[in-house]
Every structure is written in C-alpha cells, then in structure tokens.
C-alpha cells in the first residue's frame, strides 16, 4: 500500500544527521523568521520544523525509547494518509528547499536537508503535487520537463550559428566540456546559446553538447525520488562517458547544478570520471586565467539575486560577484545578499506547482522589500527558473525591474573576438 | 524511612542511579547518529568537513547578526537561562563540595549572592520562555507535550535549590531540592533535553554538510 511505502520509505532515510536533528529541536521557533513563507504570510504552519511533523513522529515511534513504548502501546497516534495529504501543501507548496532555514537554527538543524528527505517519503506515498508529478513524468517520457526535445533545441543551435556565425560542435567526441541546459534556458532564455557559444569561442575551449544528454533540469529531486532523479542524471552521465569529455558544464539553473553536482554521483552510486563545473565558475576561472577578455562596464545600479541552489545550497559565491565587478560599475548588494540571500520563490518543484502559484507570487513580496531597499531597476541573476520567477513577480507587484542573465550580460561585454580561433 | 535516611540514600544509591542513567543515556543518545552514520558522499568535495564542522558548533553559540523582535526575544531569553543555569550548577559552593568530595577535583566557587541572582535570572527567563511559548502562535503550534514537561522539569531544581535559603525544614527542602534533580537527571536521555549533548552532533552535520560543498554555515 502507497501509506506504507511512504512510511518505509521515510524510516529508510532516517540516518545520523537526521536523528541528531530530531533528537535535537527545542522547537524555539526561530527557522520560522527565516522561511519567507513565514515571514510574508506570518502564518505559523510555514514554520519550517512543522513541515516535517509527520516525519518526526515517524522518528519518534522508531527510533525513541518512549516513542517506541508508546506507539506499541497504541498511545501514539500512526501517520494516516489523511495526515500526509494535509501536509502535502506544506512539503511542497511552502517549501524552495531554500536552506535559510538551515543557516538560523541555533541547535543546527540542516532543516532543508530533512524537508529534502521527507519528500522521499511524501512521493512514494503517493502524496505529491499533480504540477511536479506531470513535470516529472514529461521528463522521464519525453526527456525534460517542459517538453523540449532535441529538435527544438537543434532550431535554437541552427539560430544561433547563423546569429554568431559560430560552428555548434554537437556530439563532438573528445571534447573537453559538455554543455547541459535547463529547459527554461532552452524554452524561454534561448538567448543563453549563441551568449555562450561566443564566450566559448573567445575563451577557445574545446565543448560539445549532447543530442541525448543536454537536459539538465531534474524533477526527481524536487519531487523526491532518487530513483527518477538517478535516471535523468545518468543520461548526462552516459553522454559525458560516450563523449569522454573532462568536464559537464552545468546550466543557470540552480537545482540542475545540486542534482549534477551534488547529489548526482550519489544518485547513481559511483564517483563521476569526469568533473561537474557550473558556467559561472568556469566564466570566473577563464576570467581570472585571461582566457575570457570583457571590456567597458555598464553604470547602470545593478544587483544580484542568488540563486540557493548554486549560492548557499551550491557553494559558487564570490564568481558572480567577482564577474560582475568587472562590468558593472555601480554594483551593489542586496540588503541581505549571499548566503542569506532570500530566494525567489519558485524553487524546489514550487514553480512546476500550479497549486502554489498564489502562495509563490505572494512571499514574492520579500524580494520586493529587498529591491526596494536599494531602489535598483537592474536585477542580474544566474538561474534561468529563478529568473522566469522574478520576471512574473515584478509583474505582478507592477515593479519597475528587468532581470537579465548573467553569462548574457557578459557576452555582451566581451572584447572583440581575436580573429584566429585559439586551437 | 524516617526523612534522615530517605536523604543518605538520595545522596548516595540515588544519586549513583540517577547519574548512571544520565550517563550512559546520553552517550547512547549521541551515538545513536554515529552508529545510523551517512552514505558516504561520493561527490567530489570543495572544501572540508571536520573544519566546517567545529566552525558551525562554535559559531552557532554566538549571538546571530539578523534577527527579527521575536527571535532576539527567544536568543536573549535563551541565553540568560542557560548561563544562570550552568553558573548555579557549576558555582555554587555546595555543589563544588559535592564534586570535590566524589571525585576529588574542585574549582572556586562564587558568592552565594552572586548565585542567587543567576538563580532567579534564569527562572525568570524560563517563566518569560513559557509566556512566551503559550502567547506566540508559531510556538505554541510546534510545541508537544514534551515541551511543557520539561520546562517543568528543568524549573522546579532552580526553584527548590533557590528556596533552600528559605525553607523553614531545611532538611525536607533538600530532600526535594535533590529528588528534583535526580528526575531531571533521568529524564535527559529521555526527552529533547538530550539537546544538550545532540546539538553538537547536528551543528556539526550542518556545519560539515555546507562546509562540504564550500559553505560556511
Ligand atoms: S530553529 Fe531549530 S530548534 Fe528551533 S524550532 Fe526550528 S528546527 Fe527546532
Ligand atoms: S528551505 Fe527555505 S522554503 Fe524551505 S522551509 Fe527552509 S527557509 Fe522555508
């Protein structure tokens, strides 16, 4: 039975981190002024700690002395399907797996860490949002989540050729790199294609992109299941194996780095013969080494919005900032920027969520008060969800802001292309 | 039992239970963690773990820069509270006496003035926690019973210890004073005030887990 398989499923990843956090929750309440769905709805259920609830007494009944007494005694109340239905919304709707939450609890609860676990639970239970479900599956039927297949992405490439009069190296064996995108950047932001073929091309990498294997988004992490997620991420894998390339670039998309990065070789349960890079640093280390030549700087106030899962949850800090600074003279930082940075609020499955899209577009008004703050009309960020997120907040609270990609508005600022392509 | 030998065998078997329980429950409850341990990461590592680890035990002891109303509130409160309790403990001459005498080692104690207003400090701060934990409506959804009962449980040593100095039958306040400990003693490993000890191992995971990956948490 689903209620069954989710509760199984929830004990098996119960491991030591998350017994040490249930063991230590002194439910003070803090991670609460961390969450913005807390905080722009001041509704207590978005307590992060509460999202995990069911779990918990799942923990309790197991792995406690008296949880254990009391549950055999019948004194403790068993999880219901009832009850993970209800908390559903709550798992999901209400949670980017942001990790701010993990940054503020004083006893060091990695509280994302465990909403991440839960959803194992919650989609092998059955107890999954419809908008995350589809997504997931068009991603393992059709290859992304959005529906792009290889056609689409092959008319964005014969576009892009002719706009920048570069070859697309597809399927290049013996490439150095493999470029994967996230369906936005392919769907929405197709801008990005020709951005980094002329990056590329001026750098003088060798890279290729794969006709099987250039989907990057994975639905199986948002959704919680490791054995989707281990199947998406294997796809690349198998073309960055065929392709003997050294390094997969991974997109603007946050949660496409953590699954590549982070979470893929423990997916697919073996170390990665290759190494994972995401655009920005790579932008960075060929800035930093020479290779990536900007000229002029734009005044213009900028910002930057990091992305969580490539920032707090993905560890590429400074490279924005430091590519940034390069073209941008009148730089400036949220009030809360960096690892404290709020998110956008269309991460984690919510922005292939329907259901939550209400709740989304209203803790949106955090990322308004923070913009207001510095009163800038110029958002750069480095995740093509983030940004279609952004873009449909400032629609909707009328602001007067564009977002615009990073590794665009570099390509924008390169210096002149050296007439003899680099070997 | 006449109150004289109800108080010899608190100070002694009871005592000797209590501490056992409290010992070896919470060494159980911390390697609990170990002993599930975790999937070894086989992504390739950016920074370190141990480090990372340590840094976040220490770090998140220290005041955080951004909070809101509530949240300095519930640090300050914290705060207060587990630095009077630990310096009640740790201070008062008579339980350095009762250290010295079991295992021989001893340290300076401070005046018991300077105990007391620790004392009612820290009571006063565990009272402002309850209000506090009933008032406010994220914490009183996330509060179980377990809360309630141990807050219980943590309060009446501070009381009865502080109402020693008034106790008309000295001897009967200590025998409550004593068995109060003795079932908080027991109930740590128990409940969330294993906390004491866990909180170290979760910083550290936390710490170790962004630390990983290039974070400081
Ligand atoms: S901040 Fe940490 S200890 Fe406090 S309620 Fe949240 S998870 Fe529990
Ligand atoms: S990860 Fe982010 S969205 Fe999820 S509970 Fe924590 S703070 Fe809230």
């Known amino acids: 039975m689903n209620l069954q398989r989710g509760i199984h499923s929830m004990i098996e990843q119960i491991d030591g981190p998350m017994a040490s956090f249930f063991s230590s929750c002194v439910h003070c309440g803090l991670c609460a002024d961390a969450c913005l769905f807390y905080t722009e709805t001041q509704e207590p259920k978005y307590t992060p700690i509460y999202k995990l609830a069911p779990m918990r007494r799942i923990w309790q009944q197991q792995f406690t002395f008296w949880g254990r007494l009391l549950f055999k005694l019948g004194l403790s109340k068993p999880v219901t399907d009832e009850e993970l239905a209800e908390w559903e919304p709550l798992v999901y709707d209400s949670c980017t797996l942001c990790g701010r939450c993990s940054l503020a609890c004083p006893v060091g609860n990695d509280i994302t860490y465990m909403v991440r676990k839960m959803r194992e639970g919650m989609a092998a239970s059955g107890h999954a949002p419809e908008g995350i479900k589809e997504a997931t599956r068009r991603a393992i039927e059709l290859g992304s989540p959005m529906g792009v297949t290889i056609n689409t992405l092959k008319a964005h490439i014969k576009h892009a050729e002719k706009e920048t009069g570069i070859a697309f190296p597809l399927d290049l064996v013996g490439a150095d790199y493999l470029l994967v995108l996230s369906s936005a950047e392919i769907a929405v932001f197709s801008e990005i294609i020709p951005a980094v073929a002329r990056i590329f091309h001026q750098a003088g990498i060798s890279w290729t992109m794969a006709s099987d294997g250039f989907e990057a988004t994975n639905s199986g992490i948002q959704i919680g299941s490791s054995d989707l997620a281990a199947e998406l991420v294997n796809r690349i894998v198998k073309s960055a194996e065929h392709l003997k390339v050294r390094y997969v670039i991974s997109p603007e998309c946050g949660h496409a780095y953590t699954a590549l990065r982070w979470e893929g070789p423990n997916l697919i349960g073996r170390p990665f013969p290759f190494e994972v890079v995401h655009i920005i640093e790579l932008l960075d280390q060929l800035q930093s080494s020479g290779r990536l030549k900007t000229t002029g700087t734009t005044d213009a106030r900028m910002t930057f919005h990091d992305p969580c899962q490539m920032v707090r949850r993905g560890g590429v800090i400074d490279q924005p900032r430091n590519l940034l600074n390069k073209i941008a003279s009148n730089f400036v930082e949220m009030p809360e920027s960096g690892i404290q940075n709020w998110c956008c609020g269309g991460g984690g499955g919510v922005s292939a969520n329907p259901r939550a899209d209400e709740l989304r577009l209203k803790v949106f008004s955090r990322k308004k008060s923070q913009l207001d703050a510095i009163a800038v009309k110029t958002m750069v960020t480095s995740c093509s969800n983030c940004r279609s997120m952004l873009e449909e907040g400032i629609e909707h609270y009328h602001m007067d802001t564009n977002v615009i990609g990073l590794t665009e508005l570099i390509a924008e600022h390169l210096a002149e292309p050296s007439e003899e392509p680099k070997p | ?217």
């Open chain 2, 1 to 217: 039992m006449n109150q004289h030998a109800l108080l010899f065998f608190l100070r002694g078997q009871g005592l000797k239970f209590a501490v056992i329980v409290f010992t070896f429950g919470l060494i159980y409850r911390l390697l609990h963690p170990v002993l599930l341990g975790r999937k070894k990461n086989l992504a390739a590592p950016r920074g370190g773990e141990w480090g990372p680890g340590m840094r976040t035990i220490w770090h998140r002891s220290l005041f955080p820069v951004r909070l809101t109303p509530r949240g300095h509130f519930i640090i300050i409160a914290g705060y207060i509270f587990h630095l009077g309790f630990l310096i009640t403990l740790l201070f008062l001459s008579q339980h350095i006496e009762l250290v010295k005498n079991t295992f021989g080692i001893y340290w300076p104690a401070l005046p018991p003035g300077a105990i007391s207003i620790a004392a009612v400090l820290s009571i006063a701060a565990l009272a402002a926690l309850f209000v506090h934990r009933i008032t406010d409506p994220v914490k009183r959804l996330i509060s179980d019973f377990q809360d309630y009962l141990v807050w219980v449980l943590t309060l009446l040593p501070l009381l009865t210890g502080l109402a020693l100095d008034m106790a008309a039958d000295y001897q009967r306040m200590l025998i409550v004073h004593i068995i109060s400990v003795e079932l908080l003693l027991i109930a740590i490993p128990f409940t969330k005030l294993a906390h004491m000890l866990t909180t170290f191992s979760s910083r550290w995971y936390n710490g170790a887990i962004a630390g990983y990956k290039g974070v400081k948490a």
